[in-house]
């Protein structure tokens, strides 16, 4: 790296020396408790489209706090989370567009 | 770039960052994203491939769900202790930073362990792909072997997107391996190519997939001659990025591909 990489890696190792341990232990216990939640719901007889939507919730407020706390973005700089976010967004949203409209067609249709 | 030049508290002057961080970092997270559009592509793939079958299978015995929730727990524990790694990195810690990545590259281990078990299980009692071969003097169950027949998009899109991530994870333990212990760790890597490599029948996926272990002892023996270097605090927490994505890939696969596939 050259002196300018440094100085910017210094800074951001310098904020980064502040993070409370205990929190991550928090981020932790949290992320095992709503694994635990999701094992308990598979065993409840759900509808699977229920399931399926309370799962898929439960997974984004995993991935919100690993992606927050453990990948640290939720203290970047305010720029570089909106980018990254929205950018990836994006792209899974015209996944959706493109693949659901016809799996939508098959579940009202049936399968021929 | 631009002629300012902003000072801090550190006593170093440069340029400022349009991001805010070092290079490095925002080439891994652009990496990540786009890795991210490839497993989208997959879950879509097998969602898709879920709705548009009649009779999708739901062959995981509780079994099955509690192998898969020891796995996640050592995917969540990893994470933990790879965010301590990169807390000792940033205080200058080189002790606690390498037990801390060994103890990561335990957890990731025992994730792919666990995972491998699982895969051979299924395997054996027939929910297997064209490509693996029989496993010899193992009947397998008629209810997989069904499976295997009539929705061969499940044992399909199964093992491409569980293979995805256990390859991932894979080279992950690698990753960590080379920032943690750098050339050290090229003699155990080949050790564990030819653990891995003698230790498994010949019938199993994982005896040759085994030899990924070798091409990538390989490459990084040329990146580590090329380029000889001792890791920072910024290579940890780039490294740490990686395993952290790796575990939210899985936060996804656990509930979509086994809880959603359970048998009750």
Known sequence: MDATQIAIAERVAEEQRHH????FFWVWGALLVITAIEVYLTYQN????????????????KAALIIGFFMHLRYEISRMKWITMCSVVACLILMTIFFFPDAHRIITLGVK | MADTVVSHDIPSVYEPSLFGTYSKKIGMWLFLMSDSLTFGALLYAYSYGRISTAGWPTPFHSTSIVNATIMTAFLLTSSLTMVLAVRASVQKDAKSQTL????TMACGAAFVVLHG???????????????????????ASP????????????????????GMHMLH??????????????????????????????????????????????????????????????YDSSDVEVAGLYWHFVDLVWMFIFPLVYLMSARI
């Open chain 1, 20 to 23: 409370k341990k205990a929190q």
């Open chain 1, 46 to 61: 759900m509808q699977p489209a229920k399931m399926l939507a309370i799962l898929m919730g439960l997974s984004l407020i």
């Open chain 2, 100 to 103: 801390w990545l060994l103890a």
């Open chain 2, 117 to 139: 078990r699982e895969w051979s299980n299924l395997i054996a009692e027939g929910l297997t792909l064209p490509m693996f071969p029989a496993v010899p003097g193992h009947e």
């Open chain 2, 143 to 162: 209810e997989f072997a069904n499976v295997a027949k009539t929705v061969p998009q499940f044992p399909s899109t199964f093992f491409t997107l569980t």
């Open chain 2, 169 to 230: 994870v894979t080279l992950g333990i690698v990753y960590l391996g080379v920032v943690a212990l750098r050339r050290k760790f090229i003699p155990i890597l080949l050790a564990l190519w030819l653990i891995a490599w003698l230790a498994t029948p010949s019938y199993s996926p994982f005896h040759y997939g085994a030899h990924v272990l070798l091409v990538v002892a390989v490459v990084i023996s040329i990146i580590l001659w090329l380029k000889p270097k001792v």
